[in-house]
């Protein structure tokens, strides 16, 4: 019995360290809520760039590494607050896919991965404060997003090493696109052939078609009617492809260190791992 117990807190123990990552399996393209899942996770791994780059701005504190690290700050909070207003805006239109997906994802990372979501979250409760919907109350986002804003004390965090890979499927998506050029051409024609280009013009075919004063000329010792005309032709090419999309949830080595001590001495110790889904 004594095995038994010791084995069962050493497993809360594990399951305490870093926070307990829950199951988010995604969602594949083509779906509706994945350009969101898409934008969620960017903003997840925006949050990581940041990290990487004050370390690197603490180890050599020059001009460049600080403006590098301001503008992966500014990137990452811009995603985020876009973000934000996506999911107000469907919560306020009554469709709450995206708000739960927010929370399904927010509540499957662990502590100190939470934080990439954090202005995403700030834009949310702001909201709330103002009012701005009824369904999205204090306690409807205290339900969706639990510990928001209580981070664990005392830790940093930075995405480690990759860990392991799960393919979540593949998707094909047939795109089009199309290719169009124009190139100057300038003639004299018939009043027959001006009819025609009249044609085309209204097709699509050409387009700034300029006609001169008509005027007499022998063509083969016949007198014929004609007129200087210029014009663009319009070449337009489709192309078709077929691409590819694999969707991977991908495991992360997750690290940490005392707050106190960003430096490029800075000890780093595993504390358990996060993901990300590309």
């Known amino acids: 019995m004594h ?13 305490l360290v870093c926070g307990q990552v829950s199951a988010f399996d995604g969602v594949q393209p083509g779906t509706p809520l994945y350009p969101v899942q898409q934008q969620i996770f960017k903003a997840i791994s925006d949050y990581w760039n940041v990290q990487e780059l004050f370390v690197k701005y603490v180890a050599d504190q020059n001009q460049e590494n600080e403006q590098n690290w301001n503008a992966a700050i500014e990137t990452h909070t811009h995603r985020c607050v876009e973000i934000g207003k996506s999911v107000m805006l469907s919560v306020k239109k009554s469709q709450y896919g995206q708000i739960d997906m927010l929370s399904d994802i927010y509540k499957s990372l662990p502590d100190g991965a939470r934080n990439s979501l954090y202005p995403t979250l700030g834009y949310l409760k702001f909201e709330i404060t103002h009012k701005a919907d009824d369904f999205l109350t204090e306690e409807k986002f205290r339900e969706y997003f639990p510990g928001y804003g209580y981070s664990e004390p005392g830790y940093k965090y930075r995405k480690g090493r990759e860990l392991d890979r799960e393919e979540k499927g593949v998707t094909w998506v047939l795109e089009e696109q199309s290719i169009s050029t124009t190139w100057n051409v300038s003639l004299t024609v018939s009043i027959d052939i001006l009819n025609i280009l009249s044609g085309m013009v209204t097709g699509g075919m050409i387009k700034n078609l300029k006609v001169s004063e008509q005027f007499t000329m022998n063509v083969g010792g016949t007198p014929m009617i004609v007129c200087n005309v210029s014009f663009q032709r319009i070449k337009s090419i489709v192309t078709k492809t077929n691409r590819k999309f ?23 110790e595993p504390c358990g791992k996060t993901y990300e889904i590309l």
């Open 3 to 15: 095995t038994k117990k010791v084995i069962v807190v050493l497993i809360l123990l594990a399951g």
């Open 246 to 268: 694999e969707v991977n949830k991908v495991w992360f080595e997750l690290l940490r260190s005392k707050s106190s001590s960003w430096s490029n001495t800075t000890a780093w």
